[in-house]
Nanobody, 115 residues
Framework: QVQLVESGGGLVQPGGSLRLSCVAS????????MGWYRQVSGKQRELVAM???????TYADSVKGRFTISRDNAVNTVYLQMNSLKPEDTAVYYC?????????WGQGTQVTVSS
């Protein structure tokens, strides 16, 4: 089992910034990809960004140039730096990781972008 704990969500004005963190614990042996997803009530969960253990990254088109995913393998933590936030970024953000046949999710952290 792998446990994921997110933090860093909150309320921010449009144009502002937030940084999300996700700490992984438990049986994290051979974990490679870690990612962030988001979900708006009534809609499908969507990929925001992902990063491999070696640092290769993938971003959704909607966040390219504004969000940066990073990772500190020494403390088993993945970060999502979110800049130039827009109201449409409002969602519950989830941390995700897994191995073949296994899929793990955090509890989610709310991000609200509003004036």
């Amino acid at each position: 089992q792998v446990q994921l704990v997110e933090s860093g969500g909150g309320l921010v004005q449009p144009g502002g910034s937030l940084r999300l963190s996700c700490v992984a614990s438990g049986n994290i042996y051979s974990i490679n990809v870690m990612g962030w997803y988001r979900q708006v009530s009534g809609k499908q969960r969507e990929l925001v960004a992902m990063i491999t253990r070696s640092g290769l990254t993938t971003y959704a088109d909607s966040v390219k140039g504004r969000f940066t995913i990073s990772r500190d393998n020494a403390v088993n933590t993945v970060y999502l730096q979110m800049n130039s936030l827009k109201p449409e970024d409002t969602a519950v953000y989830y941390c995700n990781t897994g191995r073949v046949g296994e899929d793990y999710w955090g509890q989610g952290t709310q991000v609200t972008v509003s004036s």
